[in-house]
Nanobody
Framework: VQLQASGGGLVQAGGSQRLSCAAS????????IGWFRQAPGKEREAVSC????????YYLDSVKGRFAISRDVAKNTVFLQMNSLKPEDTAVYYC??????????????????????WGQGTQVTVSS
């Protein structure tokens, strides 16, 4: 199983960026996919999740209304569209796959150990 995250880079505050997570070895129809981020000195936190059916989504409160998760089943790829970016969004962003097909509302679910597969991170830096 491989999850290839890409699309990070340097962007000015207020700008937009789209991250991609290309999956191989698994099929999106059977896994939920989450986006996580980790800033220096902070714990990794879940930013968003999309269920295996695509019908359920989770967003961290601080990104609601600014970030949108979507997927292209044909390409086996999940996207994170990030708009109105803020300096506090600066972090390494990771995607992860979970055999649990839903996206619970409780943040307690989104622990590092609870995910089955991880991709490498992609750095997002938002300058002020």
């Amino acid at each position: 199983v491989q999850l290839q995250a890409s699309g990070g880079g340097l962007v000015q505050a207020g700008g937009s960026q789209r991250l991609s997570c290309a999956a191989s070895g698994i099929t999106l129809d059977y896994y939920s996919i989450g986006w996580f981020r980790q800033a220096p000195g902070k714990e990794r936190e879940a930013v968003s999740c999309i269920s295996s059916s695509g019908s359920s989504r989770y967003y961290l409160d601080s990104v609601k209304g600014r970030f949108a998760i979507s997927r292209d089943v044909a390409k086996n790829t999940v996207f994170l569209q990030m708009n109105s970016l803020k300096p506090e969004d600066t972090a390494v962003y990771y995607c992860a796959a979970n055999k649990f097909t839903g996206c619970p509302r409780s943040t307690n679910y989104y622990t590092v150990s609870n995910q089955d597969y991880w991709g490498q991170g992609t750095q997002v830096t938002v300058s002020s």
